[in-house]
């Protein structure tokens, strides 16, 4: 028996995610870009596009979604045919934002989230051994 399981692809989306109603239910496209091995000389890595789908549940979550957005998309790839051309697309199962953890507000494109200052947080005093129950 085989398995068509992708663990994830981890990139940038080159677009807004757009939601269609289908006589199958909603779906949400959008593509994601890859990035991976060394700079060149200006700089850049090699890119892989990704075109990725999402259905019912899925595509409702995944709907707002926004170019530059960092995601994690885990699912399963699907061979389409057109125009006597090949192409290959993920069908999620699941897509998840990811959010980047700097000091700056809006870091990962995404302008929603901040940092909490660390001047909020007390710090914890006389901590021993004895006082953690694990």
Known sequence: MSYNNVIWIEGHL???AAMKETSAG???EFSVAV???KKDEDGK???TWYNVSCWHGTAKGAEHLR???AVICIGHMRERKWE???FWSLIADHVGKVLYVKD???YGKDPDYH???HEDTEPIEDVTEDDIPF
Do not use: S
């Open 14 to 16: 080159g677009k807004d």
């Open 26 to 28: 909603h779906v949400t």
């Open 35 to 37: 990035n991976y091995g």
């Open 45 to 47: 890595r090699k890119t």
């Open 67 to 69: 170019k530059g957005d």
């Open 84 to 86: 006597d051309k090949y």
């Open 104 to 106: 700056e507000p809006g």
């Open 115 to 117: 940092q909490p200052a």
